[in-house]
């Protein structure tokens, strides 16, 4: 049997995601980028204030945002039959629903969109040039295509305030 990546998805509160989607939306990032199947990641469902908390501690903005990124730094030394880490993306539920509402999107699609954005994030894309930018929104367009999720959905991220990083 072929190793896959190992993709967590927590949602303590049971907030409704599919999170079968949101595995294959990290995935198909994953493989689209030719990461190692042997490494792993995190997607957590949190609350607006959590991540709010972490906007302020990591980014110096005080509020809450719908995903960010916290890429793993490299372990200084290999873990026997420990996978190679990525990092965690951080979804504030309440935020991102609104923000999909707002937008007319299908809140399952806009949360895999969301983790397609993060999932790039987590591998070093930024969009903070507009070259970068462009590289970033090419490769997110790939993975939303190979989903079937509309690249419509984009939008949602043009505002570089409202969106993440970590």
């Not at 949101?22 to 957590?44: G, I, K, P, W």
């Amino acid at each position: 049997m072929a190793m896959a990546h190992e993709i967590e998805v927590v949602n303590e509160a049971g907030y409704d995601v599919d999170s079968a989607l949101l595995r294959a939306a990290a995935d198909c990032v994953l493989a689209q980028e030719h990461v190692a199947v042997d490494s792993a990641m995190t997607v957590v469902i949190s609350d607006d204030e959590h991540v709010a908390s972490l906007n302020k501690q990591f980014r110096d903005v005080d509020s809450a945002t719908d995903v960010l990124s916290f890429p793993a730094a490299p372990s200084p030394v290999e873990i026997p039959d420990e996978l190679p880490y990525l990092g965690d993306l951080i979804i504030a539920y309440p935020y991102a629903s609104a923000q999909a509402s707002r937008e007319g999107h299908n809140a399952h699609k806009s949360f895999a969109l969301l983790v397609v954005h993060g999932t790039l994030h987590l591998l070093g894309y930024d969009h903070d040039t507009p070259e970068r930018r462009a590289q970033m929104w090419e490769a997110q367009a790939r993975a939303l295509t190979t989903l079937g999720i509309p690249v419509d959905y984009v939008p949602a991220l043009e505002n570089p305030t409202d969106d993440d990083h970590g």
